[in-house]
T-cell receptor
Framework: GNSVTQMEGPVTLSEEAFLTINCTYTATGYPSLFWYVQYPGEGLQLLLK?????DKGSNKGFEATYRKETTSFHLEKGSVQVSDSAVYFC???????????FGAGTTVTVRA | GAGVSQSPSNKVTEKGKDVELRCDPI?????LYWYRQSLGQGLEFLIYFQGNSAPDKSGLPSDRFSAERTGGSVSTLTIQRTQQEDSAVYLC?????????????FGSGTQLSVL
């Protein structure tokens, strides 16, 4: 079956620090990979995605590269801001599967 | 409204009581999901509705859980005889037909606390 293992939090950083959140997966078939973000008081929203090996998803200064050889999709941002404080979820789906498999979420707090 | 609306945003109930959670999807979205987020765990799939097709209930954890979707729009998730382990955030999401997960919109969730 499909599963996602995500770096445990919480993570606390200072503004302009480098952020990495590790995500690895197991999947039957060939998955698409996603990062979702949940800002305080809001619903989850898609941050970025990648659909095939070596694809790089990017949005809002965040990047993640689909690494088939290491079954990973780590999220990175070079210089975080206070507004990046949120919970981040790694997720995957496989072709024909309408269900998303999520990681446990990582809470990130950025201090001014 | 423009987004997925869930109500109530918070619900505190006593063990053994029944609760109903409501989801108003985005107008025109044919696909509707319920997920559950327990403390320290990932989102757990509960149920999926797509148009007039029979729902996929494979994620419902017990027969105390049920859900319906009336008129292809509003959905209600009902939990009977609530237990403390039912405490979680219940999330609803919707998408248009063929929209895929990149077109999935989530509500803000209902925080359920069973005392």
């Amino acid at each position: 079956g499909n599963s996602v293992t995500q770096m445990e939090g919480p993570v606390t950083l200072s503004e302009e620090a480098f952020l990495t959140i590790n995500c690895t997966y197991t999947a039957t078939g060939y998955p698409s990979l996603f990062w979702y973000v949940q800002y305080p008081g809001e619903g989850l929203q898609l941050l970025l995605k990648a659909t095939k090996a070596d694809d790089k998803g990017s949005n809002k200064g965040f990047e993640a590269t689909y690494r088939k050889e290491t079954t990973s999709f780590h999220l990175e941002k070079g210089s975080v801001q206070v507004s990046d404080s949120a919970v981040y979820f790694c997720a995957l789906d496989t072709l024909g599967d309408y269900k998303l498999s999520f990681g446990a979420g990582t809470t990130v707090t950025v201090r001014a | 409204g423009a987004g997925v609306s869930q109500s109530p945003s918070n619900k505190v109930t006593e063990k053994g009581k029944d609760v109903e959670l409501r989801c108003d999807p985005i107008s025109g979205h044919t696909a509707l999901y319920w997920y559950r987020q327990s403390l320290g765990q990932g989102l757990e799939f509960l149920i999926y509705f797509q148009g007039n097709s029979a729902p996929d209930k494979s994620g419902l954890p017990s027969d105390r859980f049920s859900a319906e979707r009336t008129g292809g729009s509003v959905s209600t998730l009902t939990i009977q005889r609530t237990q403390q382990e039912d405490s979680a955030v219940y999330l609803c999401a919707s998408s248009s037909a063929g929209g895929g997960h990149e077109k999935l919109f989530f509500g803000s969730g209902t925080q359920l606390s069973v005392l």
